[in-house]
């Protein structure tokens, strides 16, 4: 199985009404490195919520001018057929990154490599530690800066510490 580490910035809160600007995707490969892609993206529609901007520091007029999401979704389809070397498993902290990561695979492709599933590392965290309270990002010491290539990395480092720690790495095709 090949674990893909997600992390977008949007400009509002669903995917539809809102947009994607930022897609940061990290490769875990077993021996700790990353692949990663990283891209800025126009958005598809001209609705947008100032608050999830300013997070990021993106200005929608600005945003306009970033890569047409076709040719992005284009690319990072590419990307993880490239680096998968088993089944391709979509990972992130949270459904937020899934929900809006599927619809534009299916609006711009008419399908989506990681099929219909995705792996939440805070649930399989919490999970394996038997404590619905713990915290999944300490297990790594990056830095969360709300940049989505930044964020998909701490992820990928954080869920990697766990594999390790627990003796999983075998989980891990490369």
């Known amino acids: 199985m090949s674990y893909f580490s997600f992390d977008i910035e949007t400009n509002g809160p669903c995917p539809g009404k809102y947009s994607i600007v930022e897609i940061g995707a990290t490769m875990i490969k077993s021996d700790g490195t990353f692949e990663t892609f990283f891209s800025n993206i126009a958005p598809i529609s001209n609705e947008y919520d100032k608050e999830y901007l300013d997070i990021t520091g993106h200005v929608f007029e600005e945003t306009l001018n970033y ?46 490599p990681f099929g219909h599933t995705s792996f939440n590392i805070n649930s399989f965290y919490r999970g394996m530690e038997k404590d619905l309270k713990a915290e999944f990002s300490t297990k790594s010491n990056l830095e969360h800066t709300h940049n989505a290539l930044d964020d998909s990395m701490k992820n990928a480092d954080a869920l990697f510490n766990i594999f390790k720690e627990n003796n999983m790495l075998s989980e891990l095709d490369i």
Do not use: Q, R
């Open 67 to 112: 890569e047409e999401p076709i040719e992005v979704i284009n690319n990072l389809n590419n990307w993880v057929k490239e680096n998968n070397t088993g089944k391709a498993k979509f990972v992130s902290d949270n459904a937020f990154d899934w929900m809006f990561i599927c619809t534009y695979f299916h609006e711009f492709l008419g399908e989506c």
